[in-house]
């Protein structure tokens, strides 16, 4: 046996063994004879660098420093999961999956672990990328630390397909908090806050050799990729396992919500004897086609339910009410509590909403009040226990004028929230709106963050998001914590920020109404801020999707004299406020004013590469047929109540290939 051949079979015995080990839970050989052979190709990698593998076994101990983590967008977008809290919730989503899909439906139910989500590439059987969930349409690459969890498989075994992600999640289990904890408390340390916040925590850590001693575990559930040669979601969780992934057992088939409602009362019980934390149960359509069908909504699949667990609650002390003003200028009552542990976190502060709010639960200070943390992330108060208040007890009188700048506040008809009209004077709305101007979705400005912008504002360099165009590195230099490096890059990143399609710069603006998805229409149709700024509040109705709650937002966005003298100044400094030359090159007006239901399974074109084509050509792709659909594009396996829909409105049908010739 050759020295490249004694290399590669120690590397194969290493992962087989780990895979035993982390995976099965099922150990063949001992420690000290695991460490030996770790030890022995240590020694032969070093000797023969030639033979250099970046999936070696040898690998997973770390010790590689990343300064940064690289932006990287999702190939497959990672969406949030709807929530769901009662038997009538899951029955209501049954009844509008039915009306979309054709056949009998049943269901995957898997638990749902609190962890940090994470989306793993392979190609050709070998870990290529690790990245974090992030917003959904781009997250951090963290593949060095990734790749020092041990159950996470470097190369794949089995038939897997050429290139493919999986989803899942990177969990801490309670045993090995614990330990983590009692080693912290031991050197004088603050032990940590709960499981998932440190596991999401270590993927951030600049040295992988750190993250390596963390005993960090990654539960597997979700392939995402094209033509996998899978079914339906229980068969890739059976597939995945067969790869060597880890991939929890407890799921189950079910054909009905009384089943799915089974499983959930049966683990609402048991997850309490499960080493990791659980917080519900996910429930998707098991038939992968019947997925395509129902397709997305703009934040989350139409195929998928979260079941969330009862909340957990807390009493505690109201101790104050305060007052935050946000970048819009709505004003958030904040209940400043008494700290109170709740779900694994030390909770000091609850949203109250608005006025309404708080003179419906009749809200007061020095109020007992019961602390719920569910579907949400910021705890909320859910009730006062009235046997305990004061009986010298006032109302409150909700604030009449701004807690930052004293102007009087408004209130619009129809509308919950108080807001300071005080726009350009109003110290928290100038530095929110530069906030979300260089906020991740939007602009994304590297070395520039929120306590900056702060800075920026107080020491009145910047009042606004184009005065950032304007920053030279001789006025930065002097701010807080900002040395001669930090200011090149700050400078540097406003100038990289120039490149930014125009949807993102459209969504950076700060139009009230106008997020991601509604950016993304607007940019769409009118190409040009030019054609936005000029078009009627009727034009923009006619646009998909705009209703005139967004219609009359933009126009009085675009009427005001300082608003476009912004857009002025961002033109001039080459910010994109129009449709690339390039991204315009592939799209046309073919299918303008034309609606398409994609249905059945493609043979030269994925079902969203085909959507995909309709929208470059100008047409809009629906879920379900209507008297407004215009073609069926119909491929292998369409379900036979869309055909029957579409034959008795006289739709026409076309194949793919009839689609591919309609644009050419």
């Known amino acids: 046996m050759n020295i490249e051949q004694q290399i590669n079979q120690l590397r194969e015995e290493l992962r087989q063994h780990n895979y035993n080990y982390y995976v099965l839970d ?21 000797k023969h660098s030639e033979f250099y593998d970046p999936n070696s076994p040898t690998l997973r101990v770390g010790g590689e420093v990343t300064k940064n983590f690289n932006t990287v967008v999702h190939e497959q977008r990672m969406y949030s999961l709807d929530n769901s809290y009662s038997k009538e919730d899951l029955l209501d989503w049954e009844t509008r999956i039915k009306k979309l899909v054709d056949g009998d439906v049943s269901y995957t139910c898997e638990l749902k672990y609190d962890g940090a989500s994470i989306s793993l590439t392979y190609e050709d059987g070998e870990l290529i990328r690790a990245v974090t969930r992030g917003d959904g349409i781009q997250g951090d690459d963290v593949t060095t630390n990734v790749k020092t969890i041990k159950s996470v498989p470097l190369k794949l075994k089995g038939d897997y397909p050429p290139k493919f992600d999986i989803r899942g999640e990177i969990v801490l289990p309670y045993e090995g908090f614990a330990k983590m904890n009692q080693e912290r408390i031991a050197a004088g340390e603050e032990p940590y806050a ?30 995402a990729g094209d033509r996998l040669g899978i079914s339906s979601q229980y068969e890739s969780l059976e597939k995945a396992r067969s790869w060597g992934f880890k991939v929890p ?197 590297e070395g520039l963050g929120g306590e900056t912008v702060a800075l920026l504002v107080k020491e009145g360099l910047i009042t606004n998001y184009a005065d950032l165009y304007d920053l030279t590195k001789e006025q930065v230099i002097p701010l807080e914590r900002m040395a001669e490096k930090s200011a090149e890059n700050l400078v540097e990143g406003i100038a990289k920020s120039k490149e930014i399609p125009f949807e993102r710069v459209l969504f950076g603006l700060g139009i009230r109404y106008v997020g991601e998805t509604v950016a993304k229409k607007l940019a769409k149709h009118y190409k040009i801020i030019d054609a936005i700024v000029a078009a009627t509040e009727e034009d923009l109705v006619n646009v998909d999707e705009i209703g005139i709650k967004i219609a009359q937002s933009v126009r009085e966005f675009f009427d005001a ?49 085909l959507k995909k084509l309709i929208e470059d050509n ?39 290939d009839d689609f591919l010739n309609l644009i050419g």
């Open 194 to 223: 709960n499981p998932r916040n440190t596991a999401s925590g270590s993927l951030k850590l600049q040295d992988s050799s750190e993250t390596a001693k963390r005993p960090l575990d990654c539960l597997l559930y979700n392939l």
């Open 249 to 445: 057992q407890e799921s189950r088939l079910a054909n009905s919500v009384d089943e799915v409602l089974e499983f959930i009362n049966l683990w609402d019980e048991k997850r309490r004897d499960l080493p990791y934390e659980t917080d519900g149960v996910v429930i998707k359509v098991n038939n992968l086609q019947q997925q395509e069908e129902l397709g997305f909504t703009s934040k989350a699949p139409r195929w998928a339910m979260a079941y969330k667990f009862k909340a957990e609650q807390a009493v505690t002390k109201l101790n104050e009410i305060t007052y935050q003003v946000g970048r819009t200028g709505a004003i958030t009552p904040v209940a400043n509590l008494e700290p109170v542990q709740l779900a694994g976190t030390t909770v000091k502060r609850a949203s109250l909403h608005n006025a309404d709010q708080i003179e419906k639960l009749d809200i007061r200070e020095a109020d007992t009040v019961f602390v719920e943390k569910g579907g949400e992330i910021i705890p909320k108060i859910v009730s006062v226990d009235f046997t305990k208040r004061d009986k010298n007890s006032v109302p409150t009188q909700y604030i009449s004028s701004c807690p930052e700048c004293d102007t009087e506040l408004i209130r619009k008809e129809g509308e919950a929230q108080h807001y300071c009209p005080n726009v350009h004077g109003c110290p928290p709305q100038i530095i929110g709106r530069i906030q979300h101007y260089i906020s991740r979705k939007a602009l994304d400005i």
């Open 618 to 656: 100008g047409g809009k792709v629906s879920s379900s047929i209507s008297s407004k659909t215009t073609y069926v594009v119909a491929g292998a396996n369409m379900g036979p109540s869309k055909l029957e829909k579409a034959n008795k409105l006289e739709i026409a049908i076309i194949s793919e």
């Open 561 to 609: 004299e300082s608003n476009r003298m912004l857009i002025d100044r961002l033109k001039n400094y080459g910010v994109q406020l129009q449709i690339s030359a390039e991204k315009l090159a592939n799209q046309t007006d073919t299918l303008k004013s034309q609606t398409f239901v994609v249905s059945g399974v493609f043979e030269k074109v994925s079902r969203n590469e």
């Open 26 to 46: 099922a150990a063949t050989i001992n420690d000290y004879e695991f460490d030996m052979k770790l030890k022995e190709l240590q020694a032969l990698e070093e």
